[in-house]
């Protein structure tokens, strides 16, 4: 998920993955909390939302991020 959410913000190699945390709602839902360079980033680019969605089987996972 949080690969997902790096290469969102388009620019990775500034950001460390400590900065992207991961929560789940009661609901089951996937929310991204940003910090530091991560959130400077996302704010720049004048955006007001992060949409994750995350799938899994035993032998594979993938996540896709959305943001507007």
């Known amino acids: 998920c949080k690969e997902a ?3 969102a913000l388009e620019d990775c190699k500034k950001i460390s993955f400590t900065e992207i ?3 789940h709602k009661l ?3 996937p ?3 940003l910090c530091g360079e991560a ?3 996302f704010e720049m680019g004048n955006n007001k939302s992060i949409e994750i969605s995350i799938s899994q089987t035993k032998t594979y996972a993938c996540a896709v991020c959305q943001i507007f």
């Open 39 to 41: 959130k400077r980033v």
């Open 21 to 23: 945390e991961i929560c």
């Open 27 to 29: 609901s089951g839902k």
């Open 5 to 7: 959410v790096m290469k």
């Open 31 to 33: 929310t991204v909390f």
